[in-house]
Nanobody, 125 residues
Framework: QVHLVESGGGSVQSGGSLSLSCEAS????????LAWFRQAPGEERVGIAA???????TYANSVKGRFTISLLNAGKTLSLQMNGLKPEDTAIYYC???????????????????WGQGAQVTVSS
């Protein structure tokens, strides 16, 4: 397992942009399968974006074309750039990592063993 620490998020009006970052001190994340999940009040945690060690990306339909998952800072920072935000994007966002290559089901939370602490994203109409 790896200790993940998130930063970023906050509040924005509909149509605005925010970004989230996720790091593990002293660890290069490029060898992991990485993902972002979100959980709205009263709902289950759902996967929205994933990135494999061979740079394959997977997006949920709800964020496709608006959100971008990437590795920055020489593979040490997992980023989620969120554009065109909508009120329904309001949730707590979590980064996650799995040491194994995940061939399918990368947006399933059960395949990830390390999690960040969560960051609030609030979008007002």
């Amino acid at each position: 397992q790896v200790h993940l620490v998130e930063s970023g998020g906050g509040s924005v009006q509909s149509g605005g942009s925010l970004s989230l970052s996720c790091e593990a001190s002293g660890v290069t994340l490029s060898r992991y399968t990485l993902a972002w999940f979100r959980q709205a009040p009263g709902e289950e945690r759902v996967g929205i974006a994933a990135l494999t060690e061979i740079e394959t990306t997977t997006y949920a339909n709800s964020v496709k074309g608006r959100f971008t998952i990437s590795l920055l800072n020489a593979g040490k920072t997992l980023s989620l750039q969120m554009n065109g935000l909508k009120p329904e994007d309001t949730a707590i966002y979590y980064c996650a990592a799995a040491e194994d290559y995940i061939p399918r089901g990368r947006l399933n939370p059960s395949v990830y063993t390390s999690w960040g602490q969560g960051a609030q994203v609030t979008v007002s109409s």
